[in-house]
Nanobody, 120 residues
């Protein structure tokens, strides 16, 4: 599995960004996928996850109502639409592939990360 995350950038508070994660070999269509982020000086934390078919989705409480995770298995793509961004959303965002079809603790494959910076 090879993952390439993109779409990060610098945005003012209240703005929007759309992150993309390309699975170049399209080998993760039967696996759950997720987004994590790592704020400066902090550990990497969970943001959102989606099952292989998109029927099961969950978010960390702090992004509910603002972020939307989606996927297009035909294109080997995972997305994260981020609206109403806040300075505490700043960090490096990583996409990941789970060993199972439904989100769980076993994220085995990781992309290289894309930087999101939200200015106040």
């Amino acid at each position: 599995v090879q993952l390439q995350a993109s779409g990060g950038g610098v945005v003012q508070a209240g703005g929007s960004l759309r992150l993309s994660c390309a699975d170049s070999k399209r080998t993760s269509s039967n696996n759950a996928m997720a987004w994590f982020r790592q704020a400066p000086g902090k550990e990497r934390t969970f943001v959102a996850a989606i099952s292989w078919n998109g029927n099961y989705i969950n978010y960390v409480d702090s992004v509910k109502g603002r972020f939307t995770i989606s996927r297009d298995n035909s294109k080997g793509m995972l997305y994260l639409q981020m609206n109403s961004l806040r300075p505490d959303d700043t960090g490096v965002y990583y996409c990941a592939v789970n060993l199972r079809a439904i989100p769980g603790p076993d994220y085995r494959y990781w992309g290289q990360g894309t930087q999101v910076t939200v200015s106040s």
